[in-house]
């Protein structure tokens, strides 16, 4: 399997997850009430848990999408500790295994069973066995991993942690947020989200960034859809995207070059190019859109998609460039508050005005300023 084709496996995989939380909203906001009642250890336990057994749901997953005569997503179970889950959901487990096995145990009738019972089998440790697609509901889409940094944090600010237990407390964060991304539960655009915003309301201006990030947020996603409508919902029909779409101006699709207002083209698409090259991740290769705007180099431009569009079609063999997608997230990223460093000290502000940022931003508006001015002073020679 190559990993074009693992990709899709594994995007179906948490789609299927998503389809069955969807289907089952009062069994799963059962089960995520009664795990408000556990505490970090058990988070993580049952994540431990989970990650072990992950391969192989993901092997019976795969049977029963490619087979027919297999049994259906909901069929797959979870094992787990007794002392891993909230008590409550033990309890619950109890109620159901008294439900299933009404009859007392029957003692061994011969001799020689009563022997074999004593010198050949242990007493199992209790399990838990819990439905796969919830548990798994609950990690993907849930508030799962933010609820364990949440109680980690309130362990580390409580009046009798001293700095052993703090020190603690950071180290277990960081490997929840570690398990989190490496295993594709959370990204890094996630948690800085969920830092912002906690940022904003122990600073009581939630106002504030709610409104930092649904502008950012339509900024990244204005007219998304109009190209991408057919592949993400393939069961609306004609007519409800019609209607969905209706009104939206559909945006430009053109290499960069084609919205620069400056005679100097070719220099500043070197200088672009350069800096693409260089910095390698999103948000800095979305960086551009915002020294373009603020030199007032390019006319026509009104949305990130053109900006992303625009870069990809221009510099199609460069292999460090991101997807279109990610750097048209970016561009709105970059607007919305995040936990960063910022004057040399971590903050809560837009990520554009990090340190790194601002140092990125000024290089860059710095030597495409230098391109223009040549570009005048031929003029004036002229």
């Given at each position: 399997?190559?990993?074009?084709?693992?990709?899709?496996?594994?995007d179906?995989?948490?789609?299927?997850?998503?389809?069955?939380?969807?289907?089952?909203?009062?069994?799963?906001?059962?089960f995520?009430?009664?795990?408000?009642?556990?505490?970090?250890?058990?988070?993580?336990?049952?994540?431990?848990?989970?990650?072990?057994?992950?391969?192989?749901i993901?092997?019976?997953?795969?049977?029963?999408?490619?087979?027919?005569?297999?049994?259906?997503?909901?069929?797959?179970?979870?094992?787990?500790?007794?002392?891993?889950?909230?008590?409550?959901?033990?309890?619950?487990?109890?109620?159901?295994?008294?439900?299933?096995?009404?009859?007392?145990?029957?003692?061994?009738?011969?001799?020689?069973?009563?022997?074999?019972?004593i010198?050949?089998?242990?007493?199992?440790?209790?399990?838990?066995?819990?439905?796969?697609?919830?548990?798994?509901?609950?990690l993907y889409?849930?508030?799962?991993?933010?609820?364990?940094?949440?109680?980690?944090?309130?362990?580390?600010?409580?009046?009798?942690?001293?700095?052993?237990?703090?020190?603690?407390?950071?180290?277990?964060?960081?490997?929840?947020?570690?398990?989190?991304?490496?295993?594709g539960?959370?990204?890094?655009?996630?948690?800085?989200?969920?830092?912002?915003?906690?940022?904003?309301?122990?600073?009581?201006?939630?106002?504030?960034?709610?409104?930092?990030?649904?502008?950012?947020?339509m900024?990244?996603?204005?007219?998304?859809?109009?190209?991408?409508?057919?592949?993400?919902?393939?069961?609306?029909?004609?007519?409800?995207?019609?209607?969905?779409?209706?009104?939206?101006?559909?945006?430009?699709?053109?290499?960069l070059?084609?919205?620069?207002?400056?005679?100097?083209?070719?220099?500043?698409?070197?200088?672009?190019?350069?800096?693409?090259?260089?910095?390698?991740?999103?948000?800095?290769?979305?960086?551009?859109?915002?020294?373009?705007?603020?030199?007032?180099?390019?006319?026509?431009?009104?949305?990130?998609?053109?900006?992303?569009?625009?870069?990809?079609?221009?510099?199609?063999?460069?292999?460090?460039?991101?997807?279109?997608?990610?750097?048209?997230?970016?561009?709105?990223?970059?607007?919305t508050?995040?936990?960063?460093?910022?004057?040399?000290?971590?903050?809560?502000?837009p990520?554009?005005?990090?340190?790194?940022?601002?140092?990125?931003?000024?290089?860059?508006?710095?030597?495409?300023?230098?391109?223009?001015?040549t570009?005048?002073?031929?003029?004036?020679?002229e």
């Amino acid at each position: 399997m190559n990993t074009g084709e693992r990709k899709l496996t594994y995007d179906q995989f948490k789609a299927d997850i998503l389809h069955w939380k969807n289907t089952h909203r009062e069994e799963y906001n059962r089960f995520v009430r009664l795990m408000t009642n556990g505490d970090e250890k058990q988070y993580l336990d049952i994540c431990k848990a989970i990650f072990r057994q992950l391969p192989r749901i993901k092997t019976e997953w795969e049977l029963c999408w490619d087979d027919d005569s297999k049994g259906n997503f909901e069929n797959i179970d979870l094992l787990f500790k007794k002392d891993a889950v909230p008590k409550r959901i033990v309890e619950l487990y109890r109620e159901q295994r008294k439900g299933n096995n009404p009859l007392p145990d029957i003692a061994p009738a011969t001799l020689w069973d009563r022997i074999k019972s004593i010198f050949s089998s242990k007493p199992e440790e209790p399990r838990i066995i819990l439905s796969a697609p919830l548990v798994l509901s609950w990690l993907y889409y849930g508030k799962s991993f933010e609820a364990m940094v949440s109680m980690v944090s309130k362990q580390a600010g409580s009046l009798e942690a001293d700095e052993a237990d703090r020190q603690s407390c950071s180290f277990v964060t960081r490997q929840i947020i570690s398990v989190s991304i490496k295993s594709g539960f959370r990204t890094r655009a996630d948690w800085d989200e969920y830092f912002a915003m906690n940022e904003a309301i122990k600073e009581n201006r939630i106002g504030e960034w709610a409104l930092q990030s649904a502008t950012a947020e339509m900024e990244s996603d204005t007219d998304s859809n109009v190209g991408g409508a057919e592949s993400t919902d393939s069961g609306i029909d004609v007519v409800s995207k019609i209607q969905r779409t209706a009104g939206r101006k559909k945006i430009q699709e053109r290499p960069l070059i084609d919205y620069l207002n400056c005679k100097n083209k070719t220099e500043v698409l070197q200088c672009l190019r350069s800096f693409v090259s260089i910095n390698r991740s999103a948000v800095h290769q979305a960086l551009p859109y915002y020294v373009l705007k603020e030199l007032r180099l390019v006319d026509g431009m009104h949305t990130a998609k053109e900006y992303s569009v625009g870069l990809t079609l221009q510099f199609p063999d460069l292999p460090s460039l991101k997807s279109e997608s990610a750097i048209r997230q970016a561009v709105g990223s970059l607007k919305t508050a995040r936990h960063i460093i910022k004057d040399g000290k971590d903050q809560s502000a837009p990520l554009i005005e990090s340190d790194e940022n601002r140092e990125l931003f000024r290089t860059l508006t710095e030597e495409i300023s230098g391109i223009i001015r040549t570009d005048g002073e031929t003029d004036i020679a002229e």
